[in-house]
């Protein structure tokens, strides 16, 4: 799981950095509101996301919505420690 973990964190950080890591989310928020809220301003972004997570953690063998469940439980307080604690899992 840590290579498909590393490999989508990638992808989103990317995405993330040239949205701006600037997040919205109030400072309790998830690691998913976070990052979710760092892709604000590009139409289907975190639907497109989302479909390649659930794919792509699938054919891994885990349960489509178990990345979702680990950002979901994480509070690291803003962008880039939210990347670096779900990566470092």
């Known amino acids: 799981m840590n290579v498909l973990r590393l490999t989508l964190l990638g992808l989103l950080g990317a995405l993330g950095i040239a949205a701006g890591s600037a997040s919205a989310a109030a400072p309790p928020a998830s690691c998913n509101g976070i990052l979710v809220s760092s892709l604000t301003g590009q139409a289907g972004i975190v639907a497109n996301l989302t479909r390649l997570f659930h794919e792509e953690t699938k054919a891994s063998g885990f349960p ?6 680990a950002g979901a439980k994480v509070h690291a307080g803003g962008f880039d420690e939210c990347l670096a604690v779900l990566g470092s899992g």
């Open 64 to 69: 489509p919505g178990s990345f979702d469940a």
